[in-house]
């Protein structure tokens, strides 16, 4: 029987507010054994590959054991190197994504709410979508040149793909029943776009300007790699070139790292716009 029979209705409802604030700090420490949980596989790898170079059963010229990739990581740290690269990286993934992101939401929104917009549009995007981001590179090279425009046109392009998608998808997607809701409330085309359509976007949107970020990680490789003289996709370059694979599992970790970085400021930056949302992502 429940514990709050006989109880009258504000006394029960302030006693389960009780019981939900003395719960939520469990809640956050689980959830911060978990996250860090999530550590333990790559630190098991590597110290399980140190272990194995150390015994002579693994070869560590190719692959370095983690001691002295760590210790490159030190020296391109302390040179100021390491810095110098991530903040060109940084920069340029920066404005590329911004550019992307506006651009393939404002076009995902047209095609996605207007069928003249989509007839039009839609067929000879998915076609540039299509295109391997490699043969981006000569175009732009050839329009803005070797320098900042062409790198940050490239990652435009591959940021604008992924978030044109799904923008376009989720107001394609949008359940006709809350619209109808929104017109037996008698809202106005105004009050129906931000009252009604723009939440139901929001989850799919977000994830699909996560989905664009991670890709513009991804072209800013391809974008270092034609003729920069910084950055990490250029220390990859460097490090191929002079023989020093651990030079280039240096910048890979150094592009897992920052990737996660900004995965995550973008995650905390949406995460409040959402908490409308009632889902059980906590009991899957």
Same mark, same amino acid.
């Given at each position: 029987?429940?514990?709050? @029979?006989?109880?009258? !209705?504000?006394?029960?409802?302030?006693?389960?507010?009780?019981?939900? /604030?003395? *719960?939520? !700090?469990?809640?956050?420490?689980?959830?911060?054994?978990?996250?860090?949980?999530?550590?333990?596989?790559?630190?098991?790898?590597? +110290?399980?590959?140190?272990?194995?170079?150390?015994?002579?059963?693994?070869?560590?010229?190719?692959?370095?054991?983690?001691?002295?990739?760590?210790?490159?990581?030190?020296?391109?740290? $302390?040179?100021?190197?390491?810095?110098?690269? +991530?903040?060109?990286?940084?920069?340029?993934?920066?404005?590329?994504?911004?550019?992307? +992101?506006? $651009?393939?939401?404002?076009?995902?929104?047209?095609?996605?709410?207007? !069928? =003249?917009?989509?007839?039009?549009?839609? !067929?000879?995007?998915?076609?540039?979508?299509?295109?391997?981001?490699?043969?981006? *590179?000569?175009?732009?090279?050839?329009?803005?040149?070797?320098?900042?425009?062409?790198? =940050?046109?490239?990652?435009? *392009?591959?940021?604008?793909?992924?978030?044109?998608?799904?923008?376009?998808?989720?107001?394609?997607?949008?359940?006709?029943?809350? =619209?109808? /809701?929104?017109? @037996?409330?008698?809202?106005?085309?105004?009050?129906?776009?931000?009252?009604?359509?723009?939440?139901?976007?929001?989850?799919?949107?977000?994830?699909?300007?996560?989905?664009?970020?991670?890709?513009?990680?991804?072209?800013? *490789?391809?974008?270092?790699?034609?003729?920069?003289?910084?950055?990490?996709?250029?220390?990859?370059?460097?490090?191929?070139?002079?023989?020093?694979?651990?030079?280039?599992?240096?910048?890979?970790?150094?592009?897992? @790292?920052?990737?996660?970085? +900004?995965?995550? /400021?973008?995650?905390?930056?949406?995460?409040?716009?959402?908490?409308?949302?009632?889902?059980?992502?906590?009991?899957?």
């Amino acid at each position: 029987m429940s514990s709050t @029979v006989g109880i009258a !209705p504000a006394e029960a409802t302030q006693t389960t507010a009780t019981q939900a /604030v003395a *719960v939520a !700090p469990a809640r956050r420490a689980g959830r911060l054994r978990l996250r860090l949980a999530g550590l333990l596989l790559p630190v098991l790898i590597a +110290a399980l590959w140190e272990a194995l170079v150390a015994a002579g059963l693994a070869n560590g010229r190719l692959m370095p054991p983690p001691s002295v990739v760590g210790a490159t990581l030190r020296d391109l740290a $302390a040179s100021g190197e390491l810095l110098t690269h +991530a903040a060109a990286t940084l920069w340029r993934v920066g404005a590329g994504f911004g550019i992307g +992101a506006a $651009a393939g939401t404002v076009l995902g929104a047209l095609t996605g709410a207007l !069928p =003249v917009a989509r007839a039009l549009l839609d !067929p000879t995007l998915q076609a540039l979508r299509a295109i391997p981001s490699i043969a981006w *590179v000569p175009l732009f090279i050839l329009w803005f040149g070797i320098f900042e425009a062409s790198k =940050v046109a490239l990652i435009a *392009v591959g940021v604008f793909f992924p978030v044109y998608l799904g923008v376009a998808a989720a107001i394609l997607g949008i359940d006709r029943k809350i =619209v109808e /809701v929104g017109r @037996v409330f008698r809202l106005s085309r105004l009050a129906m776009v931000r009252r009604v359509l723009l939440p139901a976007i929001l989850p799919d949107w977000f994830t699909a300007l996560r989905g664009g970020l991670g890709l513009g990680f991804m072209f800013v *490789v391809a974008a270092e790699i034609m003729g920069a003289s910084e950055g990490l996709g250029y220390l990859l370059v460097d490090g191929q070139q002079l023989g020093r694979p651990d030079t280039i599992i240096a910048a890979i970790i150094a592009f897992a @790292v920052l990737g996660k970085l +900004a995965d995550g /400021v973008l995650l905390a930056l949406t995460r409040p716009l959402l908490r409308w949302q009632d889902t059980s992502r906590d009991r899957l």
